[in-house]
């Protein structure tokens, strides 16, 4: 009979965690920001159908990185989740906190028992009546969930993101202004760039971005208690055409 060979614990759980930081290192950046207006999500994404924001319920959004099969499962299970509940109780009982814990469950059992985790992180989001009552859970693929405030920025270049968005963040932002400077500190990824304009500095493009809004009062704006807007073909253009200008 062949001998297995021993792996302390300790050693299996770096490994899981340097595979799983690996295969989500190699997607590009996503920003979740808070701002005056609502929420804005703004991710890099070429494509326009494999989406990495996404609604889950009346004022809760889902933005993820990594492996999309596998992030893709977490927001449709998160979808039910939220359905079922709201359905059987009250929609108010339906929040982010909520969310996040079952996904945090789901990502440690996934983590600790099966023999490849999962290559995600996860943000999901909830836009609040103010701006204090906002809500930015960021998950890892162990279940570590976090408490964030202000902006998240996941992704293979977070670091420098990060380093760029500091600068241009501020809680008065408006919903466009927030959108622009996520997507100016995006280039820092090396991606969200189409030429150079007069003084040499990259132009945005929108054809590699995805954006969305949570809506603080989509009641007034729009008639709805759904406050995820997705953003994109003219009026993406126009609002970023609208930062270059001023």
């Not at 499962?73 to 909520?98: C, F, H, I």
């Not at 609040?128 to 930015?136: E, F, I, K, V, W």
Request: aromatic share 8%; with cysteine; proline share 4%.
């Amino acid at each position: 009979m062949t001998q297995q060979f021993y792996v302390s614990p300790e050693q299996l759980m770096k490994d899981r965690a340097d595979f799983a930081r690996k295969g989500i290192g190699r997607g590009r950046s996503v920003v979740v920001m808070s701002c005056r207006d609502g929420i804005a999500l703004v991710a890099e994404n070429p494509s326009p159908s494999l989406h990495k924001l996404g609604e889950i319920y009346d004022r809760i959004a889902f933005a993820a990185v990594g492996k999309y099969n596998e992030f893709e499962s977490l927001r449709q299970a998160g979808v039910r989740y939220a359905d079922v509940r709201g359905y059987s109780y009250a929609r108010e009982d339906v929040t982010a906190r909520g969310l996040a814990s079952v996904y945090a469950q789901s990502l440690g059992a996934v983590f600790t028992a099966e023999s490849k985790p999962f290559e995600v992180e996860l943000v999901v989001a909830e836009v609040g009546r103010s701006q204090d009552a906002d809500h930015l859970y960021r998950l890892t693929f162990d279940g570590s969930i976090a408490d964030e405030t202000g902006f998240v920025v996941m992704g293979g270049a977070a670091d420098a993101v990060v380093d760029a968005l500091r600068g241009s963040w501020s809680a008065d932002l408006s919903l466009p202004e927030a959108v622009r400077a996520a997507a100016r500190s995006l280039r820092h990824d090396g991606v969200v760039t189409a030429g150079a304009g007069d003084a040499g500095a990259p132009v945005l493009d929108p054809s590699v971005l995805e954006v969305a809004f949570l809506e603080r009062d989509p009641d007034t704006l729009r008639g709805s208690r759904r406050a995820f807007r997705r953003i994109g073909g003219p009026e993406l253009d126009l609002l970023l055409q609208n930062g270059q200008d001023s």
